[in-house]
């Protein structure tokens, strides 16, 4: 939360960023019911994050680390929306 924003990376050694999401432009995230994310790995673990101009779908790597990602990032985004 330091930096405000949450970094994404094409690797899971995260050694390339990919890109950046500021948490002052996130509106929503929520959990992907509609299954909009058809290319999605694992469309049960997905869930979206839209900001002003983009909508994100991101994975998880079980249900419980869905839950606490989707609650980090409201969390952060509250947080940031705070100052």
Not at 48 to 56: E, G, M, P, S
Not at 64 to 75: A, G, N, P, Q
């Amino acid at each position: 939360m330091d930096h405000r924003r949450l970094a994404y990376y094409t690797d899971c050694d995260e050694r390339k960023l990919k890109g950046v999401i500021y948490f002052q432009a996130i509106e929503e995230v929520y959990l992907d019911h509609l299954r909009t994310a058809t290319s999605s790995p694992r469309p049960s673990l997905t869930f979206c994050v839209k900001t002003y101009d983009r909508l994100f779908f991101l994975v998880a790597t079980n249900p419980v680390s869905m839950r606490i990602w989707m609650d980090v990032i409201v969390t952060a985004t509250d947080e940031h929306s705070r100052y």
